[in-house]
């Protein structure tokens, strides 16, 4: 079955140290993402990548770092230096980068919850 | 004023009734509109694109008000299994190889009851 998947769902973290969420896809997608979510808000950009070895910044990249090494994988790190970083972290992937086609579906992971101590 | 706002609701409606969300963008060279559905803990899913024309998908129809800026999600004969949270989803134009912003509202709760 081609999906997403993030690991872990859970993750709790000690407040200074960095994590790294994992996100792999087989969807043989070109573009990838990560948001995080808040209570009460609505999804948020962190980072974006068009293709390999090629990523940009999106709406809140502060304290988070990524590297896209291969098309089926997309790690966000989350540094000491992000201020808030208790939320829930969504990775999705799409055919190409959004914007270039109404029907540009961007699928979603499960999600990872993360919780700083 | 917020990119992309919705009513947070939540919106408390019985089995069987016609419920209506609408979703206003403030910026006018806003360029696809979708209507995403996400369960309790869950990440979101596609409900449905949203055309210039409208369109209707079985018991949802999504429409489209350039003119006002706004969209909307009209669901009807509501069924238990629609309570989630309904997030529209804007785009801005892209240009070159530049991405296409993609704004999402905070979410408006709908929640059916027998």
């Known amino acids: 079955d081609g999906g997403i998947t993030q690991s872990p769902k859970y993750l709790f973290r000690k407040e200074g140290q960095n994590v790294t969420l994992s996100c792999e896809q087989n969807?043989?997608?070109?573009?990838m993402y990560w948001y995080r979510q808040d209570p009460g808000q609505g999804l948020r950009l962190i980072y974006y990548?068009?293709?390999?070895?090629?990523?940009q910044k999106g709406d809140i990249a502060e304290g988070y770092s990524v590297s896209r090494e291969k098309k089926e994988s997309f790690p966000l790190t989350v540094t000491s230096a992000q201020k808030n970083p208790t939320a829930f972290y969504l990775c999705?992937?799409?055919?190409?980068?959004?914007?270039?086609?109404?029907?540009?579906?961007?699928?979603f992971g499960p999600g990872t919850r993360l919780t700083v101590l | 004023r917020k990119e992309v706002e919705q009513d947070p609701g939540p919106f408390n409606v019985p089995e069987g009734a016609t419920v209506a969300f609408n979703c206003t963008y403030s910026n006018s060279a806003s360029q696809s509109f979708f209507w995403y559905r996400q369960d309790c803990r869950k990440e979101p899913k596609l409900l449905m694109s949203v055309y210039s024309s409208g369109n209707e998908d079985g018991r949802f129809t999504a429409q489209l008000n350039r003119a006002s800026q706004y969209i909307s999600l009209l669901i009807r004969d509501s069924k238990l299994s629609d309570s989630a949270t309904y997030l529209c989803v804007v785009i801005l134009n892209a240009g070159g190889t530049s991405y296409g912003k993609l704004t999402f509202g905070q979410g408006t709760i709908l929640t059916v009851h027998p």
């Open positions: 969807l043989n997608h070109d573009a």
């Open positions: 990548s068009q293709i390999v070895n090629d990523f």
């Open positions: 999705a992937s799409s055919i190409g980068l959004a914007g270039f086609s109404s029907y540009n579906e961007q699928f």
